[in-house]
């Protein structure tokens, strides 16, 4: 799978002096895949993310896009493979909604290309995609959050890469506006097929978007498989720490979680598996 | 856009033209015989040794100080970064004082003045880099860490003073800011320094648009966030520099023009890194000219003719203020 776009993930260790937080993930994301990552806070899935946007080294192993290991590669021709949409973003005064997506040129047109006038034609792509072109010229800071995440969307996909990689694409929004941005994620895949990860704290969404699931828990991957294959009470109580049940959609059949209460916190995290 | 820009072309040539009319001794109809030829030889030469330099190098100083402030804001994220609140402007004024008063630099040497300034900038900018620690992207822990590195270095500055009060009569110009008694000799330093750092300041204009959104973003978007920032600040500190080495430190305009620019002009700084430049030049120019003005009611009620008023002191009065409006609608929300 050298020649086409996917992400593999090799022995990677990553942490903090003090604090390991990834301790040997591998883990393969095959070309045109929507793979979700879940877990629960401080597993690891953010900086795994991170790692896979090169904007982080591997301490030990590596992480290889279309075979590439990224370690060599500038953060700009990386920019041009792998756009990482933030969980939050701070605020942008005075930025209109056009201005912000064409920041999403810099990786393909570099530092004085940028001063040359005028969006080329991704950044309106860009902008219809997310069905913000409306809202163009308005200042994104004076936009509900809703919008505002899929303006960001929009800044993501104005980089044309074949991979897309999202932080919690879905925190802070509402039920409809987190429907809007991950079904506008799964669109865009099929007609561009797009590399998708994202990391996501509702099961629920996982569990009915992605084709794949990776369950990491103390910064290893504990579960790896479609929905179906992954998402049962054992996942719920080992990774999610919760107890609960889980059943089918009757119409869709993907699986349907019903969580009930949180299990305590085990002492020997390391040794669960 | 261009249509604001035209106004304040417009605005600017307003300004130097109150300027030039706005001291002492010669009315605007003189000023307007001399400008069209006529007029004797001491009015030519007040005219033309004295008020046009002194003129463009208020224009420069405050382009100069507009840009310089624009690029510290975006390139740190900060609205309340400006070069006299970082250390660039205390730093650079400690340095030229001190070349100054080791008699390394002086009136004969001004470029000695423009380098010393620059290491000194630099000196006061990587001082508060280093005291301000992992507190750097937190605007109000820079503000606090600014005010405590420009109250070091002004005591520095004060030190030099009284160690070495040889040099005092036009030491003590630097330490409030004024265009008084600048000569063509300033005006022939200043505009190239001014030139070339501010067409390097533009051709960053890309990566500061994005420096604006956050690191992480501008990361995730391809830009080296450390390296851009880092010859940012070059710009912003060489800007500064010369601006001091000129007029000494004009107090706040850094801080208030980028603040107007960017109301004027929207967050691309493309557009709005010139267009602070041109705000600066106004608001200096503008300064000047009310300084000279409100010198010359203050002299006739008083009765003392010899009183000037400098413009550094008007900036600091007018920046002060605007410094309490951006502080209480500092925006800290994220998204």
Redesign the interface.
Known sequence: MTESVGIRAEGVHFGYPGQPVLRGVDMTVEPGELTALIGLNGCGKSTLLRLA?G?LQPDEGRVLLAGDDLARL???A???RV????Q?????????VR??VR??R??A???????REGDDPVVRRALRDVGVEQWAERDV?ALS?GE??RVRLA??LA?DTRVLLLDEPTT?LDLHHQLDVLQTVVRLREERGLTVVMVLHDLAHAARFAERIVALRDGRVVADGTPKEVVTPGLLAEVLRVAGRVGRDPEGGWPVCYPDHPLPALEYENHIH | MSRRFAVLAALTVVCAGVELVAGRGMSPAVVWDVLGGGGDTTERHILFQLRLPRLLVALGAGACLGVAGLVLQSALRNPLAGPEVTGVTPGAVLGAVAATGLGLAGWESPLAVVVAACVGGCAGAALLWLLAGRGRSDPAQTAVHGVLVSAVLGGLTAMVLLVAPGELGSVVQWLVGTTEGRVWQHWHLLWPWALAWGAAAWLLAGPLTLLRCGDDIALAAGLSAARARALALLCAVALTAGAVAAVGALGFVGLLVPHLALAVFGADLRVTLPGAALVGAAVVCGADAAAQLSSRLLADALDSGRLTLPVGALTACLGAALLLLVVRRAPSRTF
């Open positions: 946007a904007l500038s953060r700009r990386t920019a041009r756009a990482l949409l933030h939050s973003a701070p605020a942008v005064p005075g930025m209109t201005q912000l920041q999403g810099y990786a047109r570099g530092p004085l290309g940028m001063l800071d959050g505002r995440q800044m993501a980089q802070y």
